[in-house]
């Protein structure tokens, strides 16, 4: 389970923000898909198993919207924001950047 949200676009896609727990920290991925349903099926086809949205207590940004619309693949990550809320000064990075990683730490 993870901390999230969503937010519906005017097209009627979504924009799907989660909070995983990943090594030391966390990381933060954005999904844009069609529906809810189908943001999460793309994650738990990439590996991601145990996904699960409950609720919208963290749900994406303009700013994060925007990056996650302009981004070919529709699925970016990076560092989650600490406790304190403060964002990390870090690009978003695509998906593969991050599966290469994991590949690399197991």
């Not at 999904?31 to 207590?57: D, E, K, P, Q």
């Not at 302009?70 to 599966?99: K, Y």
Request: glycine share 10%; proline share 9%.
């Amino acid at each position: 389970m993870a901390a999230g949200g969503f937010c519906k676009l005017p097209n009627g896609t979504v924009v799907v923000a989660l909070n995983l727990p990943y090594d030391s920290a966390g990381v933060r991925v954005l999904v844009h898909a069609g529906n809810r349903a189908r943001a999460l099926t793309r994650l738990r086809n990439l590996g991601f198993r145990a996904i699960y949205l409950r609720g919208n207590t963290a749900p994406p940004t303009p700013d994060e919207i925007t990056a996650v619309l302009h981004h070919p693949d529709g699925l970016i990550w990076r560092t989650a924001p600490t406790g304190n809320g403060v964002v990390p000064p870090e690009l978003w990075h695509p998906i593969r950047a991050l599966l290469r990683r994991s590949a690399v730490v197991q």
